[in-house]
């Protein structure tokens, strides 16, 4: 089983708040991602980063903004959420001894709902 | 980006019975993983292919990549209640980012 974290589970916010969406992973992986998803649709990667000190934007632009000054912890900010931020944000990582690089792990998701 | 289409797009099935669901891209990857979403949770890792033509079993799920490199397929022997879910597959061409395929949701009819 994965080990790979996020918080909170569920978040219900107003419009204009700042939140941070928290993921942490204990396999040492390099490689770490956020994706967007609606419910039961595709994921959309909207950051990503292949080591401390490394973002890059993903495919779907996002208002968000990420920071990786550890390497287990990625986590994402929006600064002013607005309901169009609404949806279900995935964390993963991959990289590491015991599997292919390409091998993604996924946290269990927050649900993110701006009122 | 690329884009990988996946059918069909939902099933309903009685428990039991087989299925069988693919994934197909106008480029060619060198890896295709297969995930399995439950409801409110995040994808989890089923099957992992690395080479053309493989085919590697994972108790009742078998996954072949295909041939071309440009198709994957996902087969479910005697599918039980737990089955139900979206199932996802994803394509990688060298170390770049996964492209997700638009998934296939599961459904056993009692």
């Known amino acids: 089983e994965a080990d790979i974290y996020q918080t909170p589970r569920y978040l219900v916010i107003g419009t204009g708040k700042k939140i941070t969406l928290e993921c942490s992973q204990t396999m040492g992986h390099d490689k770490m991602y956020w994706y967007q998803q609606d419910p039961g649709m595709e994921l959309h990667l909207i950051h990503y980063s292949y080591g401390v000190n490394s973002t890059e934007k993903g495919d779907l632009s996002s208002e968000s903004t990420v920071s990786r000054i550890r390497t287990e912890h990625f986590p994402l900010t929006l600064e002013s959420a607005r309901p169009s931020h609404t949806s279900q944000y995935l964390c993963?990582?991959?990289?590491?001894?015991?599997?292919?690089?390409?091998?993604?792990?996924f946290g269990p998701g927050t649900r993110l709902t701006v009122l | 980006g690329q884009q990988l289409n996946q059918s069909p797009q939902s099933m309903f099935i009685q428990e039991g019975e087989d299925v069988s669901m693919n994934c197909t891209s106008s480029s060619i990857f060198n890896t295709w993983l297969w995930y399995k979403q439950d409801p409110g949770e995040g994808p989890v890792l089923l099957i992992a292919?690395?080479?053309?033509?493989e085919l590697t079993s994972n108790g009742r799920l078998t996954a072949q990549f295909g041939i071309t490199r440009k198709d994957s397929f996902l087969n479910i022997s005697a599918s039980i209640p737990s089955d139900v879910g979206i199932y996802f597959c994803a394509g990688v061409f060298g170390n770049e980012k996964l492209t997700f395929g638009t998934g296939t949701r599961l459904t056993i009819i009692p």
């Open positions: 993963a990582s991959s990289g590491g001894l015991a599997s292919s690089y390409n091998e993604q792990f």
């Open positions: 292919l690395y080479k053309a033509g």
